[in-house]
């Protein structure tokens, strides 16, 4: 396993890639037919030539054997170890030795090899004592592998990416860590830190865990992100403002608005109770107008598009208020922009998000409310069902869904119904006073709830096996 193995593949044209490739193949065979007290000392050993080669600073041999250990760690018995103490001692001094900050240190010749190898290694440890169940020991390292953390280096984005392929214990434990990382590189890598930010906040929020994921970080810890979101987002304000006189002139690369999605899917995770949220309403405002125009294509983006910024807007607006548990009182802009925006599956669900947040979710509203949202009163429900009355009968369910939730909102319709009319009992109940509002909620008429229901419902279709009949 020494140098001098490795030093053979120089002289061949393929390089040494060409030795760790065969050496690599032969320890994979071997390993399939050794016992476990043979395998134990295969690897003492292996870890032995490695830290020799820390203390010695023989980066291209270590880079060569952590490529050889890698492999090794792929084989079936050899994944399945439940030791892992002297794989965490090497790795722990491997983190130590050559997880040096960019600038804090003059480049040296295979030292990012060693880096992206250690990060390997890293991953293959989470997901073993993941699978041990030994959230106890995993939990020590976003100290002691805090190093690896404070990278400036691409090889970190790749290693977080991955990462993010893990169950959310392990991002929720890490999650300091990756603020810090994701703060310190948003300058350089916008598109990418923006990218995987939104990925780690969306996975922490099927968890319910995005309202406390900033705990144990520092307002420095996040200063550069909250500085690039806020400038971002003003940014894109004066762009589409500019849009408005010069619509035929400007063309906006759609890619582009990639970015601008991403920001504000991240916008409402990085501002505390303290700072308000109207920036995302500024950024509506400016969209809002941009749309009147008529044409499919505004500024050499589809319509569609520029309607899913404004749905991206108002849910993030929502989140902002529900993280913050602070009040949200915009009902009349939200019951405007669905209005407005009713074929846009992303504003029809943003807005009933938000009705839902202020008003109380819609199937387990009290219809005997005392008193409704001037908006929502029963005289506005019977436009607003005229309004959406295409979407009630839209093919797509994705579609119907939010139309309804919107719509339960609305308060009720009393209808007056004619005694003459009426079976002698329920004739009876009327003449003893019943007012007609309580005879609807006494029938529970909500028909729009009850589409809701049914809309809401699984229901599964017995289909009887069919027997042959020619017997």
């Known amino acids: ?11 061949l044209n393929q ?3 060409t030795i760790v490739g065969v050496l690599i193949s032969a320890f994979q065979r071997i390993c399939d037919n050794l016992g ?9 050993h292996l870890f032995q030539e490695i830290i020799d080669s820390v203390a010695n600073q023989s980066l291209l041999h270590l880079s060569r054997l952590l490529s050889l250990l890698i492999a090794t760690t792929q084989i079936d018995n050899v ?14 001094l491997l983190v130590h030795t050559f997880m040096i900050p960019s600038g804090k ?3 040296i010749d295979h030292l990012a090899e060693v880096v992206d190898k250690v990060l390997q290694l890293m991953l293959f440890i989470l997901e073993g004592l993941y699978r041990d169940d030994d959230m106890s020991t995993i939990s020590g390292f976003s100290l002691q592998w805090a190093p690896a953390f404070e990278l400036k280096k691409s090889s970190l984005l790749v290693f977080i990416r991955e990462l993010l392929l893990k169950d959310t214990c392990l991002l929720y434990t890490f999650r300091v860590n990756i603020i810090s990382a994701m703060n310190d590189l948003i300058e350089s890598s916008q598109e990418e830190v923006i990218c995987l930010l939104w990925s780690f906040f969306e996975k922490l929020q099927m968890n319910h865990q995005c309202s406390t994921f900033l705990d144990g970080t520092s307002k420095g810890g996040v200063s550069r992100i909250h500085s690039f979101l806020q400038e971002a987002i003003c940014s894109w304000i004066s762009v589409i403002n500019n849009i408005h006189d010069n619509s035929s002139s400007t063309q906006i690369d759609e890619a582009k608005l990639v970015l601008l999605w991403g920001v504000i899917g991240c916008y409402p995770y990085f501002f505390d109770v303290q700072e308000n949220s109207s920036l995302l309403i500024n950024l509506i405002d400016a969209l809002d107008p941009l749309l009147m125009n008529e044409a499919e294509i505004v500024a050499g983006v589809r319509k569609h598009t520029w309607q899913s910024l404004i749905g991206a807007a108002l849910a993030s607006y929502y989140k902002w208020h529900l993280f913050k548990n602070s ?3 915009e009902t009349s802009k939200v019951l405007h922009l669905a209005k407005t925006y009713k074929s846009s599956l992303q504003v029809l669900s943003a807005a009933a998000d938000c009705l839902d947040y202020v008003h109380g979710t819609t199937l ?17 429900a019977v436009d607003a069902v005229l309004i959406f009355a295409d979407n009630l009968c839209h093919s797509d369910k994705a579609i119907r869904v939010p139309t309804l939730r919107i719509l339960c909102h609305y308060e009720p319709l009393s209808c007056e119904i004619s005694t003459n009319d009426q079976p002698p009992q329920k004739k009876m109940k009327t003449e003893t006073g019943v007012s007609h509002s309580s005879l609807l909620d006494y029938h529970g ?27």
């Open 15 to 17: 390089g040494s890639e």
């Open 364 to 380: 387990q509203a009290d219809t005997s409310h005392e008193k409704y949202h001037p908006e929502l009163e029963a005289q506005k």
């Open 36 to 44: 476990l007290k043979e395998l134990n000392l295969m690897w003492e």
């Open 79 to 92: 994944s399945q170890i439940s030791d892992y103490r002297p794989l965490l001692k090497l790795v722990d």
């Open 445 to 471: 008429c909500n028909v729009i709830q009850l589409l809701l229901s049914i809309e809401t419902t699984y229901f599964h279709i017995y289909k009887p096996k069919s027997y042959p009949t020619d017997f």
């Open 1 to 11: 396993m020494g140098n001098s193995i490795f030093s053979i593949g120089d002289k």
């Open 327 to 329: 009040a949200l009182e």
């Open 105 to 107: 240190g003059k480049e």
